[in-house]
């Protein structure tokens, strides 16, 4: 639909319905912004960030009363 036609069609309602599209178009802006910040993380996005200690898997000095 072109700009001019759109403009038309709206300059053509009363105020009452052109506040009412006003907050249709509100929304519809909104729903677009979650859809936006709803991506997916691709996987293996992350590699290489996280890097664990290669003491990791030593046992902790705390739990030897218990093992």
């Not at 300059?11 to 907050?23: G, M, Y």
């Not at 960030?49 to 003491?55: D, F, N, V």
Request: hydrophobic share 40%; with cysteine; aromatic share 10%.
């Amino acid at each position: 639909m072109e700009m001019a036609q759109l403009y038309t069609k709206i300059s053509a309602l009363p105020s009452e319905l052109k506040s009412e599209v006003n907050d249709f178009v509100d929304f519809l802006l909104a729903k677009r912004k979650k859809q936006l910040k709803k991506r997916k993380p691709v996987f293996g996005c992350a590699k290489g960030e996280i890097i664990m200690s290669p003491e990791f898997d030593r046992p902790i000095e705390d739990f030897k009363d218990y093992m």
